[in-house]
Nanobody
Framework: DVQLQASGGGLVQAGGSLRLSCATS????????IGWFRQAPGKEREGISC??????YYQESVKGRFTVSSDNAKNTVYLQMNSLKAEDTAVYYCAAEGLRYCGSMWFFNNDMDYWGKGTQVTVSS
C-alpha cells in the first residue's frame, strides 16, 4: 500500500521554526517528485514547495524561509520552516507525482498521484 505520512506540525510562536517530515512507502521514491501543500481555514489548498530529480521549487511566499530536502535512504522528505509567520498557519500536506518535473507547474490543478494526511501548523502572533 502507498503511504505518505506527514508529521512534525505543532504550535509555535511567530519567528519560530518547525521541521515537517513526509515519510513515504509503497512506491519507488526516486521516480517521484514529492511536494508540500497547505490549506488555511477558508482558503484553497496551495502548493508551496517540491523536490525531485535534483530540482527544488518554492512558492514566493515561503522562499528564503522554508527549505525542502530529502533522505532517499529513508524515503523521507523534510520541510524546514524558519521565521514562521501567523499567515503560515494551515494544515500541511505532502503529495507525490511521477510525471511532471518539480517547478511551478508541478502543482497543476493539485493533480497528484498520492496524498498524505495533513499535519496542523499553528503560528501564534
Amino acid at each position: 500500500d502507498v503511504q505518505l505520512q506527514a508529521s512534525g506540525g505543532g504550535l509555535v510562536q511567530a519567528g519560530g521554526s518547525l521541521r515537517l517530515s513526509c515519510a513515504t512507502s509503497g512506491f519507488t521514491f526516486d521516480d517521484y517528485t514529492i511536494g508540500w501543500f497547505r490549506q488555511a481555514p477558508g482558503k484553497e489548498r496551495e502548493g508551496i514547495s517540491c523536490i525531485g530529480s535534483d530540482r527544488t521549487y518554492y512558492q514566493e511566499s515561503v522562499k528564503g524561509r522554508f527549505t525542502v530536502s530529502s533522505d532517499n535512504a529513508k524515503n523521507t522528505v523534510y520541510l524546514q520552516m524558519n521565521s514562521l509567520k501567523a499567515e503560515d498557519t494551515a494544515v500541511y500536506y505532502c503529495a507525490a507525482e511521477g510525471l511532471r518535473y518539480c517547478g511551478s507547474m508541478w502543482f497543476f490543478n493539485n493533480d497528484m498521484d498520492y496524498w498524505g494526511k495533513g499535519t496542523q501548523v499553528t503560528v501564534s502572533s
